[in-house]
């Protein structure tokens, strides 16, 4: 039976793929071209016979601001390049957001195709200079805009239903239960697949935390009583680590 989308593709290949990519994009861009290179499992090589390619490529500074993707499928493999300025880049890599642990690895280690001026160790410096202020306001913005917004969420379910949103609900909670983790830390994720493992690897994880995260991976998602309680363990453990790190989680009532 024939397959439809990516097929087995060895690293190699798709190491010449990501080159012809290069090759056109100096064809395209031409003097505009700063650097290149590929990020994701490719740059970290543990792509897998069906990985997609993922690429940077970045233009000399101009009056025109750049900030686009091309995303294709060829058939039996798929590519997305990010064509983008080197000054909106850079401050890209020096902002922290809520999902800062998964969309920031990029910015530390790209496997490099063309960068004569070492630009990419520019952006690895840019992606190290947050100061603890940027992750502490993060954190804040998580504990509140999404955990507190799920708890609520979870406590109108518990009431009145639908309880089939309940595992749903358990996954945001475990997802950004690792974000905050990961903010905590100030590491990111090597991959969106391994959040969830990585983040039982870091230390100073809130209580309940791992049991959410654990019930997760392993899909226990079928007793709505039990993600209920342990959604509610995990908020509780939220307040007592929130407290501990002096994380905002509550603040006057009309705060301007």
Request: with cysteine.
């Amino acid at each position: 039976m024939s397959m439809n989308g990516p097929v087995k593709i060895s690293r190699t290949e798709r190491l010449q793929t990501c080159k012809e990519i290069a090759a056109r994009l100096h064809e395209v861009y031409g003097e505009k071209v700063l650097a290149i290179g590929v990020y994701g499992s490719v740059s970290r090589g543990t792509d897998g016979p069906f990985s997609d390619i993922e690429m940077l490529c970045v233009l000399e500074e101009s009056g025109e601001e750049t900030d686009f993707s091309h995303e294709w499928s060829a058939g039996p493999w798929k590519a997305e390049v990010n064509v983008i300025s080197a000054h909106v880049l850079l401050d890209m890599a020096a902002t922290v957001e809520d999902d800062w642990p998964l969309t920031h690895g990029p910015f530390f280690a790209p496997l490099s195709l063309y960068d004569p001026k070492g630009f990419f160790q520019t952006l690895k410096e840019a992606a190290h200079s947050p100061a603890k202020e940027a992750f502490t306001q993060a954190i804040n913005g998580v504990l509140v805009g999404e955990m507190y917004e799920f708890i609520g969420k979870l406590r109108n379910i518990s009431l009145e239903g639908p309880r089939t949103y309940l595992p749903y609900l358990a996954m945001q909670f475990a997802q950004y239960g690792a974000m905050l983790i990961g903010l905590h830390q100030q590491t990111f994720y090597s991959t969106g697949a391994k959040v969830l493992p990585e983040s039982l690897e870091l230390p100073d994880r809130p209580d309940g935390y791992d049991q959410i995260a654990t019930m997760v991976m392993a899909g226990d998602l079928a007793d709505s009583g039990k993600i209920v309680a342990a959604c509610e363990r995990f908020w509780n453990g939220l307040h007592a680590w929130a407290a501990k790190h002096q994380y905002v989680i509550h603040t006057k009532r009309i705060p301007f």
